[in-house]
């Protein structure tokens, strides 16, 4: 299972896709103690985040703590982009 996202942040910055994949699933799961299945039914903006937040992080692509992240994006959604 794996999730592509789209990041667009407040300086105008686009990353699209994130690829979310299962490290980050796990990440998620032990932080909010909720199953990443339970995403298909009800969203949260803070859930959302955390999971590009986690993806960039593994890839090192971010250093910033998630909520010095947060601050810094203006949407998350889900990408239509076909990752290679």
């Not at 998620?28 to 339970?38: G, H, N, R, T, Y």
């Not at 995403?39 to 959302?48: A, M, P, R, V, W």
């Not at 810094?72 to 959604?77: E, G």
Request: a negative charge; zero cysteines.
């Amino acid at each position: 299972m794996k999730l592509n996202l789209r990041i667009e942040f407040l300086d105008g910055r686009t990353i699209d896709p994130v690829v979310v994949q299962m490290p980050e699933m796990l990440k998620f799961e032990e932080k909010f103690a909720v199953p990443v299945s339970a995403l298909e039914k009800e969203q949260k903006l803070t859930h959302i985040a955390f999971l590009a937040w986690a993806s960039l992080t593994r890839q090192k692509l971010t250093s910033q703590s998630f909520d010095e992240f947060a601050e810094t994006i203006s949407v998350v959604s889900a990408s239509e982009a076909d990752p290679k």
